[in-house]
Structure formats: C-alpha cells, structure tokens
Nanobody
Framework: QVQLVQSGGGLVQPGGSLRLSCATS????????MGWFRQAPGKEREFVAY????????NYADSVKGRFTISRDNAKNTVYLIMTRLKPEDTAIYYC???????????????WGQGTQVTVSS
C-alpha cells in the first residue's frame, strides 16, 4: 500500500519561511518523480515544483521560482519543500505527489499526500 504522509505547514507572516515534508512508503522512491502542488480556495490545483528521480533536476512554477526549493532524500524516502519569502498569495493547501513520469499536470500523478494548509497572513 502506497502512502504519502505530509507534515509541516501552518500559519506564517508575510516574508516568513516554512518547510513541508512528505514521507513515502510502499513504493520504490527513487523510481518516482516527486512533485508539489497547491490549491487555493475556488481555484484549480496548480503545479509548484518537481524533482527528478535522483534529484538531478528540478523545475518550478514561475510564481515560486527563487523563493521555494524542492529537495529529496532517497535514503529516507522523503521529499521536502522549503518555502521562503512567503506571500499572502501563497496561501493554499499544499500536496505532494508521486509519478513515474516527468510532468507538471496534476492529472498524471498517481499518488498523493493528504494535503497540508499553508496560510500566509499578518
């Protein structure tokens, strides 16, 4: 049984930082591209970042480029998202996801975490 269990998130002031973690089990972690997505109220789920199978390449949405960093630890079967210089418009539920293929479309990802709320507000 594949599980993606997220931790982190919460309430932070504008300009602050947060780290999200996503621990996986039940899959061969190094065989999967890991992605982060987010969904704000009333909006569709959108791509945030992905990291390739062994972490050699990353890709970011323009809205987070230079502020967010995705990384993975294949020994711990875990992917991380470090978010800095957070803005109110980053407020959303954040999801990690796994897929064997490279891509930015949420629909292609096979496995999903439970989601975690990130709220950026003063």
């Amino acid at each position: 049984q594949v599980q993606l269990v997220q931790s982190g998130g919460g309430l932070v002031q504008p300009g602050g930082s947060l780290r999200l973690s996503c621990a996986t089990s039940g899959l061969t972690f190094s065989s999967y591209v890991m992605g982060w997505f987010r969904q704000a109220p009333g909006k569709e789920r959108e791509f945030v970042a992905y990291i390739t199978w062994r972490g050699g390449n990353t890709n970011y949405a323009d809205s987070v480029k230079g502020r967010f960093t995705i990384s993975r630890d294949n020994a711990k079967n875990t992917v991380y998202l470090i978010m800095t210089r957070l803005k109110p418009e980053d407020t959303a539920i954040y999801y990690c996801a796994a897929d064997s293929r490279l891509g930015e479309r949420p629909s292609q990802y096979d496995y999903w975490g439970q989601g975690t709320q990130v709220t950026v507000s003063s």
